[in-house]
């Protein structure tokens, strides 16, 4: 299993931007599908976007939809710009790689540690 990185969360006020990174620690090969996923407290794990690093067009949860974007920097990086962002945005963020275009985190292999988004206004 590959370990990636995710890295760029904090306390933000609602409203705000940031931009969360992921990194591998090799290049990421052109096969994979690169996807972000969050988790609240006490709450399943999330959805919310997702790339095939070979190109096409992006996949949104409707909850993030017009507010994010998913983008790559080839072949170390996967990045989420978030923008206008809100209180039930709060989570952890976790980026993921797999092989499978899927919504579901079942289907991912490899994983970061996370990163924690909070919120507040």
């Known amino acids: 299993q590959v370990q990636l990185e995710e890295s760029g969360g904090g306390s933000v006020q609602a409203g705000d931007s940031l931009r969360l990174s992921c990194t591998a620690p090799?290049?990421?090969?052109?096969?994979?599908?690169l996807a972000w996923f969050r988790q609240a407290p006490g709450k399943e794990r999330e959805f919310v976007a997702l790339?095939?690093?070979?190109?096409?067009?992006p996949l949104y949860a409707d909850s993030v939809k017009g507010r994010f974007t998913i983008s790559k920097d080839s072949p170390y990086a996967v990045y989420l710009e978030m923008n206008n962002v809100r209180a039930e945005d709060s989570a952890v963020y976790y980026c993921?790689?797999?092989?499978?275009?899927?919504?579901?985190?079942?289907?991912?292999?490899?994983w970061g540690r996370g990163t924690q988004v909070t919120v507040a206004s």
């Open positions: 993921a790689r797999g092989s499978q275009y899927s919504t579901s985190p079942l289907e991912y292999v490899d």
């Open positions: 790339l095939r690093w070979r190109g096409g067009s």
């Open positions: 090799g290049r990421i090969l052109s096969s994979s599908v």
